[in-house]
DNA sequence: CCTGTGCTTGACGCTTACGTAAACGTAAAG
DNA sequence: CTTTACGTTTACGTAAGCGTCAAGCACAGG
């Protein structure tokens, strides 16, 4: 029988930083506030694929305008271990509330997304005009 | 003819924190950040129509994780008047650039959406186990 | 006239999410 | 051995978005 190579990747602190393009600060804050917890080899930081997803969820959960703190909240529910029933019951009472949120945002956005469309119309409708009227005062 | 009696409401601050259930401390800081700009009787801040919605606008766009200064540039967009064509060409890039974040979010929404019933499942799953467990150990 | 209610303007405080040095360790390259 | 690259910790700085007094005006009711 082969042996199946897990690739088992490993990155630097520096190389995370280039790849999500944010600073090594950011990533040793991140660490600061629990959310990352990158091996060490002596003191240096060695980052898993574990912790590189975890990143990428860090990321995507601050472009939605999530708190660190509820980031922490979700990304930690990714990777939960089974856990006693309490634990689920507590799990599933998050993921309600999360997807509450995240609903609302959504329709937040899509109202948004309505408006700003309007907006549009009315510019380009206003540009159409003053572009005619220039023509017009050609003639 | 009948006058068409133009409601012309008018709200006092403490009104305008009720109902969007802000504090007095927020509504004054959105004006000093020009967010607001209500009509003055003596030192008195009266809110009109106008205002009321703008705050409606800012709160959606607090809720969407939007800076303040990024909201004001939305929110000015609402009632600009049709101006010159730069500034129309302006507004209608600021729109692009506007639509593009929001759409990038809601790209992640539906991704964390997505994933969060995953998770929800498994925990379904395992709590389901564990009752199914313990309807076992009973008999 | 006094009290209460609602409004006003400062002005300092606090939390979040990092930025920005300073000062130092380590390991490979020249 | 020195430079360079890359990493580390400690710690103070900062911008945003308010909270929280403090101190004062204005007007209605008792």
Not at 2 to 30: C, G, K, M, Q
């Amino acid at each position: 029988m082969h042996n199946i190579r897990v690739p088992a990747e490993t990155w630097s602190i520096a190389e995370l930083a280039a790849e999500y393009d944010v600073t090594l600060r950011t990533i040793r804050f991140y660490e600061d506030r629990g959310l990352l917890t990158p091996e060490r080899r002596g003191t240096v930081r060695v980052y898993h694929p574990r912790d590189r997803v975890r990143l990428g969820l860090i990321l995507r959960g601050k472009r939605l305008g999530f708190s660190l703190d509820e980031i922490a909240t979700i990304v930690d529910m990714y990777d939960a271990e089974p856990g006693e029933e309490g634990q689920l019951v507590y799990l599933l009472d998050q993921i309600t509330t999360r997807r509450a949120d995240l609903e609302q945002r959504r329709h937040d956005i899509d109202e948004t997304l309505r408006e700003l469309a309007e907006v549009e119309a009315r510019c380009e409708a206003d540009l159409a005009a003053l572009r005619s009227d220039r023509r017009f005062d050609r003639r």
